[in-house]
T-cell receptor, first 110, second 114 residues
Framework: GESVGLHLPTLSVQEGDNSIINCAYS??????FIWYKQESGKGPQFIID?????DKRQGQRVTVLLNKTVKHLSLQIAATQPGDSAVYFC?????????FGKGTLLTVNP | DAMVIQNPRYQVTQFGKPVTLSCSQT?????MYWYQQKSSQAPKLLFH???????NEADTPDNFQSRRPNTSFCFLDIRSPGLGDAAMYLC?????????????FGPGTRLTVT
């Protein structure tokens, strides 16, 4: 089955620095991958997704990179702000079903 | 302008006492999902409704049931809550049940079992 995991459970960065959150997956059958942001007491919020036939996708201040050779996914956040502090989940998707990774807690220090 | 609403936000129930969690949506989406998220863990899909069609995940305990009386509402029933059922329960919706269709999450209901 699908297994999606994260390399680091916590990440602490200085405000203004770039953040990189990593994720490994085991099931090559995932059609797409999504990054979610979950703030304390709230539900996951969609950030960006990438289809399995792509290797890079950019959004506003965020970039997702997919390396299918090593089954690795990363989320890059440019100029990290205090409002970016949250838990970030990657999720692998096949059809409608999402399988979430464990999550990385990002803390932005002022 | 909340799109996926969950009530209550916090629920306390006693061991073995049935409890119902509620979700409503203003998006008119066809699909509604229920996830369980235990402390410091990832959300885990319990089941979903595609329109009126109920789809259970293979490893969801029988203790968990769901009802969807209309497009807007979906309920999660826990028939006999155990201490291990304490968790955040997330409701999500998507327009269709197709690849990559974005799921919109509600804020969750945190369930405590005493």
């Amino acid at each position: 089955g699908e297994s999606v995991g994260l390399h680091l459970p916590t990440l602490s960065v200085q405000e203004g620095d770039n953040s990189i959150i990593n994720c490994a997956y085991s099931n090559s059958a995932s059609d797409y991958f999504i990054w979610y942001k979950q703030e304390s007491g709230k539900g996951p919020q969609f950030i960006i997704d990438i289809r399995s036939n792509m290797d890079k996708r950019q959004g506003q201040r965020v970039t997702v990179l997919l390396n299918k050779t090593v089954k690795h996914l990363s989320l890059q956040i440019a100029a990290t702000q205090p409002g970016d502090s949250a838990v970030y989940f990657c999720a692998g998707g096949s059809n409608y079903k999402l399988t979430f990774g464990k999550g990385t807690l990002l803390t932005v220090n002022p | 302008d909340a799109m996926v609403i969950q009530n209550p936000r916090y629920q306390v129930t006693q061991f073995g006492k049935p409890v119902t969690l509620s979700c409503s949506q203003t998006l008119n989406h066809n699909v509604m999902y229920w996830y369980q998220q235990k402390s410091s863990q990832a959300p885990k899909l319990l089941f979903h409704y595609y329109d009126k069609d109920f789809n259970n995940e293979a490893d969801t305990p029988d203790n968990f049931q769901s009802r969807r009386p209309n497009t807007s509402f979906c309920f999660l029933d826990i028939r006999s809550p155990g201490l291990g059922d304490a968790a955040m329960y997330l409701c999500a919706t998507s327009r269709e049940r197709v690849r990559g269709n974005e799921q919109y999450f509600g804020p969750g209901t945190r369930l405590t079992v005493t």
